[in-house]
């Protein structure tokens, strides 16, 4: 079970389900939204990651800056 604790940080864009992402994806490696490795970022949000159902950890999620295709796609893309 995954939940988030609060929305996300930039408008128009959702936090993804981390039980969605790849491992590089959930240490700040690459983009949540387009999997790309990150050579800038901002902070997306938080969220509760819950692994093998009893290890919560809260994980802070990063995507591209400036935004990435993928935040283009949920709508919070600059063009």
């Given at each position: 079970m995954t939940t988030c604790?609060?929305?996300s940080l930039l408008p128009g864009i959702e936090l993804p389900d981390p039980e969605t992402l790849?491992?590089?994806q959930l240490q700040g490696w690459n983009c949540v939204l387009c999997g790309q490795?990150?050579?800038?970022?901002q902070l997306l949000g938080t969220v509760v990651w819950t692994?093998?159902?009893?290890?919560?950890e809260e994980v802070?999620?990063?995507?591209c800056r400036p935004l990435c295709a993928g935040a283009a796609q949920q709508g919070g893309g600059h063009g």
């Open positions: 604790p609060q929305p790849t491992g590089p490795r990150l050579l800038a970022d692994c093998g159902g009893v290890t919560k802070e999620l990063y995507v």
